[in-house]
């Protein structure tokens, strides 16, 4: 079993920053990949990034490219996602998720650990 604890969340004027950690503990190995994903009110879950562990190669979804930022830390087991110059349309609850061996997408169904989500307010 692997347990996530997200944590950075909080309220944020539009542009300004936040950057949420994704704690991993559990299991000894290190994940193949981990992903960053929202939640709307109202709105189905939405991918945001992930990372490879394993060279540190990363993905976003077009809607956050050029503001947010995946990074991770092998010794902490931690994965952080930088978010700047955020706007409204960024308030979400955010997840962070261990993908299983050998996936990496946008799916939620390719990840199979999740944290409880941390939530992001933006205001206008």
């Known amino acids: 079993q692997v347990q996530l604890v997200e944590s950075g969340g909080g309220l944020v004027q539009a542009g300004g920053s936040l950057r949420l950690s994704c704690a991993a503990s559990g299991r000894t190995e290190r994940p193949y990949g981990m992903g960053w994903f929202r939640q709307a009110p109202g709105k189905e879950r939405e991918f945001v990034g992930t990372i490879r562990w394993s060279d540190n190669s990363t993905y976003y979804a077009d809607s956050v490219k050029g503001r947010f930022t995946i990074s991770r830390d092998n010794v902490k087991n931690t994965a952080y996602l930088q978010m700047n110059n955020l706007k409204p349309e960024d308030t979400a609850v955010y997840f962070c998720?261990?993908?299983?061996?050998?996936?990496?997408?946008?799916?939620?169904?390719?990840?199979?650990?999740w944290g409880q989500g941390t939530q992001v307010t933006v205001s206008s």
């Open positions: 998720a261990t993908a299983k061996p050998g996936y990496l997408s946008t799916s939620p169904h390719t990840f199979n650990y």
